[in-house]
């Protein structure tokens, strides 16, 4: 910088020094341009006071020469001559006297004389125009002297004191024939009327010049015309010949020529001096200096102010140049020190914000440079760190030794970069605070290589330090748990060898650690490399993925353990955790045979159910057929009432087994509500009027009450039907008289629209306290020996278990002696309403109880069955309305529909041996004219499924043993319509 300011300031000398120098030249040609224009233009003004001297001298001689030409004229004339010579001897002459004054007067008029007149040879007045005869004496003696000339004369300027006035006269002398003067005419001139202004005046406008005629008199010169600048100074002003330095001195000394002095007024003059030809003046023709030079100054003045405007324009130039390109430089100078500065900034910024402290120093260790962080840390600022040495600044000790580590600075220079200087630093701050701190050095190099400083970094590991105690703690700890621990532990290495084996390893290993470590782990285990535990462990190794597996040992002593294993990648190799779960393995697979078992047992108990069903529907198929016949056909009272008792006993038998297939079919899991658009005010409707015939028979009123017309919703027809008969049936059971009130509403609860059934009775009420139990299997309010109610306890339990499974609740209210109240609901699909109403035209309308006859025209029907018994309650059911041909079996169907057109078949599955129903069914379904024939499962296989799989078969509709007629006769009038 200073450099640059020296080049700068010397730049600017050498830039004024060229200046002052071209300065000097356009002043040198300013003044050589000014004097060669003074000089010429000198030589000019003296031209032309020259021509103006010549002009005058010209003129004035002219007139002189005019002037004797009129005397001339005048005194020669023939006539002159010979009036003057006459007028001279006889002078009383009148009338010569007044020619010759006629003469004389013509004369002056003609050539504007001051005045004519004639004199003597000595002087006298002899004849004059204005008649006055007084003439000066000077004037005489003049007259006298210049006729004795014998020729024309000039008398000089004289003052004439008779006059008082100037005069100049002409004296022409008059000759006789002999030549002598006898007389001679003055001429006498005013020299103001032209003498005086033909000097004085000045061809060209001038404030200064004038003309003056002097003459010398004595020591003196004399003024003879009027000054220009002094008035009254003809023939009376006059100078000392000593006065050299006046021009007229000079003409009268005899200088011709120019002269430079001073005139009368002590102005510098020029002047030209000349004496007057045929007189005794000298003429001086001057002007002012001042007056000349004037015209000189303003050229000089030009001249000067061009060379100024010119020096100062180069100046400006100059300047404009200097300053412009020092504005340039200064630019540059400016957007280079910006960039220095940006980037120092920048460097400055990016140190702050690196999160090091950085310190840099020169080669003897001085500090050149801390950031904000190295600050903070040292404690000591910037300014007042800047200069000192490093290890003033940095003073560090080793954590373990406690020595003090100098030197950092000659360390660096010495080995290039190092890094964590000294272990386990410390950094002692200004205020002798200590902090932990990592910190690397590094040489700084310049351009061609050397070093010239270096920079050290370093940061606080307090934080760092402390963590890594802890871990260390930690580490230790970790290491206390995984030896202590349970589960077994091993790390084996990248190389396969054991690195690591807690105790709880060396139980499962049933070795010793020592045996193991450092060894390889096949070697350890020989044949292992052929397990699915080394595939995994070598695949966690590899791919570096965690793997887990649990597997059987067999140990070399022929045992067996059980592990669960994961093996973990980490760092060092795998680590392999087990967990010994032998007797937990044998625990599960005890349990799993007691599944296994439990299942078989299940199985046997669905095939014991399913065989159990069967076989008591077939007989009650029977019983409950033929004593139904009794009862409707027998006219025998008492056979009757036995048929009754029979026909009923058999009923409620089947209500038995029904109730217990079904409860053990829902405990199976197996039951799943169906989804289907139902209309509860129908269902509840259909299985109040099924009761009704009963409660008519106690003498109790049933009714139905609903605040609305239609409720559909999605839900599983059976299962309701099931529990509102259930609840109606039991309310019937328990009350001897009075009602039962059987209510429908829906209503919003919580935003879900819910269906709500109550069955209301006036019966025997329930206890409070029987209130849970009577939902169990199996209870009763009252039950052993004293139970005064038939049934099974199953009913509220199924109730209770269908409610759940259509998501509803149930639950009882009621009073001993006043009547219990039963309130079930269940969620309607509200958004699927609309739906459901849309369709709701579709839906089956439930048939009619009421007992069909069968057509008129007997329809042929095939029954296909092997139990004598069926055979005959369907004959003895169906032969007033139908033509019924058996078959026995199955193959004997498939034949008899082959030869005969039935319209009907009813069709038992379970047909002994050989082919069974449904393989009939589809044998019979493969001929052409049975494609639609509807073929009905009339079968004693009553379980859960078994009505879609007949369905699925190919069989048109089904209907179980045992069945009453009117379901018989519904069955068939839904297949066979009225013709
Ligand atoms: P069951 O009716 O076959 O005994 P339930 O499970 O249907 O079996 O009923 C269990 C018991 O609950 C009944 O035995 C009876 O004691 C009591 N119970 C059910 N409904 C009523 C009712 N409407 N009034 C009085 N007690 C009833």
């Known amino acids: 910088m200073r450099l640059k300011l020296n080049i700068d300031i010397s730049k600017k000398k050498h830039t004024i020094i060229l200046i002052i120098c071209i300065s000097i030249l356009f002043a040198v040609f300013g003044f050589l341009f000014y004097n060669y224009v003074e000089t010429h233009f000198r030589e000019e003004k003296q031209h032309e006071l020259k021509a103006i001297a010549d002009l005058k001298i010209n003129q004035i001689a002219q007139w002189h020469n005019d002037k004797i030409g009129n005397a001339d004229v005048l005194a020669n004339s023939p006539f002159s001559k010979k009036a003057v010579q006459e007028l001279v001897i006889n002078s009383n002459n009148l009338s010569l006297k007044e020619s010759l004054k006629e003469r004389m007067l013509l ?328 902090i932990p701190v990592m910190d690397t050095g590094a040489p700084i190099f310049n351009a061609d290589g050397s070093i010239i400083g270096i920079v050290l970094a370093f940061q606080d590991e307090t934080e760092k330090r402390s963590q890594q105690r802890l871990l260390k703690e930690s580490e230790k700890r970790y290491r206390t748990t995984l030896d202590n621990m349970l589960e077994g532990g091993q790390i084996i290495g990248h190389d396969w060898r054991y690195l690591y084996l807690n105790d709880t390893a060396d139980i499962h290993n049933k070795r010793p650690k020592e045996e193991l470590l450092g060894n390889k782990y096949m070697d350890m285990w020989p044949g292992i490399e052929q397990t699915e535990v080394f595939v995994k462990i070598k695949k966690s190794m590899e791919e570096r993925i965690p793997q887990k597996m649990v597997n059987e040992f067999i140990y070399p002593d022929g045992s067996i353990g059980w592990f669960e294993l994961s093996f973990q990648p980490v760092p060092e190799g795998i680590f392999i955790l087990s967990n010994d779960i032998t007797e937990q393995r044998r625990a599960v697979d005890e349990i799993v045979k007691a599944k296994e078992k439990a299942e078989e047992m299940n199985r046997l108990k669905s095939s014991f159910l399913a065989n159990m069903s069967h076989e008591l529907r077939t007989p009650m198929n029977g019983i409950l057929g033929f004593s139904e016949i009794l009862q409707l056909e027998e006219k025998l009272d008492i056979v009757r009432d036995i048929a009754n008792v029979i026909n009923k006993s058999g009923k409620r038998l089947m209500n038995t087994l029904n109730s217990i297939l079904n409860l053990s079919h829902i405990e199976s899991g197996e039951v799943k509500p169906e989804s289907q658009i139902v209309n509860i005010i129908d269902v509840v409707y259909n299985s109040v009027e099924l009761i009704r015939n009963e409660a008519d028979k106690k003498g109790l009123k049933l009714y139905l009450e609903s605040n609305v017309d239609s409720l559909y919703t999605l839900s599983d027809e059976r299962m309701l039907s099931e ?161 019924i041909d058996v078959a026995t079996n199955a193959e004997q169907a498939v034949k008899k529909a082959k030869g005969n057109n039935y319209l009907m078949i009813l069709m038992d599955i379970n047909l002994g041996k050989g082919s069974n129903g449904i393989d009939a069914t589809r044998e019979i379904r493969k001929l052409a004219n049975y494609k639609d024939t509807p073929i009905i499962a009339v ?22 043993k045992p069945f009453e007629k009117n379901e018989l006769f519904n069955i068939i009038n839904k297949y066979i319509k009225n013709e």
Request: net charge negative; with cysteine.
């Open 723 to 883: 529990i509102i008969s259930n609840l109606i049936n039991n309310a019937v059971k328990f009350t001897q008289e009075g009602s039962i009130k059987v209510n429908i509403s829906n209503e919003n609860i919580d935003s879900l629209e819910w269906a709500i059934i109550e069955v209301t009775d006036t019966g025997i009420g329930i206890e409070e306290s029987d209130y849970g139990r009577i939902f169990d299997e199996f209870r009763q309010v009252s039950e052993g020996l004293s139970r005064s109610f038939e049934g099974t306890g199953l009913g509220l339990t199924i109730c209770k278990k269908y409610v759940n499974l259509l998501k509803g609740s149930i639950s009882v209210k009621s009073k001993i002696n006043e009547g219990s109240v039963f309130t079930f609901k269940i969620p309607l699909e509200v958004e699927k309403i609309s739906d459901i109403i849309n369709k709701s035209e579709d839906l089956e309308k439930p048939f009619s109880e009421e007992i069909h006859t069968l057509h008129q025209n007997k329809p042929f029907l095939l029954y296909v069955e092997d139990d004598p018994t069926s055979i005959q309650l369907i004959d003895m059911f169906l032969r007033d309305n139908c033509t």
């Open 107 to 434: 004369c002056k008029e003609s050539y504007n004389y001051e005045d004519i007149f004639l004199v003597s040879t000595n002087g006298k007045m002899l004849l004059n125009i204005a008649n006055y005869h007084n003439l000066d004496i000077t004037a005489i003696d003049k007259y006298s002297m210049y006729i004795a000339k014998k020729k024309i004369s000039f008398t000089d300027f004289y003052y004439c004191p008779t006059h008082k006035k100037i005069h100049y006269d002409i004296v022409s002398p008059v000759f006789n024939e002999t030549g002598i003067p006898v007389a001679a005419f003055i001429m006498r001139i005013d020299p103001k009327d032209y003498l005086y202004p033909l000097i004085e005046t000045w061809p060209t406008p001038s404030l200064t010049s004038e003309t003056m005629i002097v003459r010398k008199e004595n020591d003196s010169v004399l003024y003879l015309n009027e000054t220009r600048f002094l008035k009254n100074t003809a023939l009376i002003y006059r100078n000392s010949l000593n006065r050299k330095d006046l021009p007229s001195v000079q003409a009268v000394l005899g200088y011709k020529g120019i002269f430079e002095g001073v005139d009368y007024r002590n102005n510098k003059v020029l002047a030209d001096i000349r004496p007057v030809p045929g007189t005794p003046w000298f003429m001086v023709t001057k002007v002012d200096q001042s007056e000349i030079y004037s015209e000189l100054y303003i050229i000089a003045g030009v001249i000067g102010g061009f060379i100024v405007i010119l020096i100062l324009l180069t100046s400006a130039g100059f300047f404009y140049f200097y300053s412009s390109r020092n504005k340039n430089i200064y630019l540059d100078l400016y957007n280079k020190e910006k960039e220095l500065w940006q980037s120092q900034e920048k460097f400055k910024v990016t140190l702050d914000s690196i999160g090091d402290a950085v310190i840099t120093t020169n080669t003897n260790g001085n500090i050149e440079y801390m950031n904000t962080m190295a600050e903070n840390l040292t404690g000591w600022s910037y300014r007042d760190a800047r200069g000192r040495k490093l290890d003033e600044i940095y003073p560090i000790r080793n954590e373990e030794t406690g020595n003090k580590e100098n030197n950092v600075v000659q360390k660096v220079m010495k080995h290039g970069i190092i890094k964590e200087l000294a272990n386990h630093t410390i950094l002692i701050c200004k205020n002798g605070k200590e």
């Open 939 to 960: 079968t004693a296989f009553a379980m859960h499924g078994d009505r879609d799989e007949f369905l699925e078969s190919g069989c048109t509709d089904y209907l179980s």
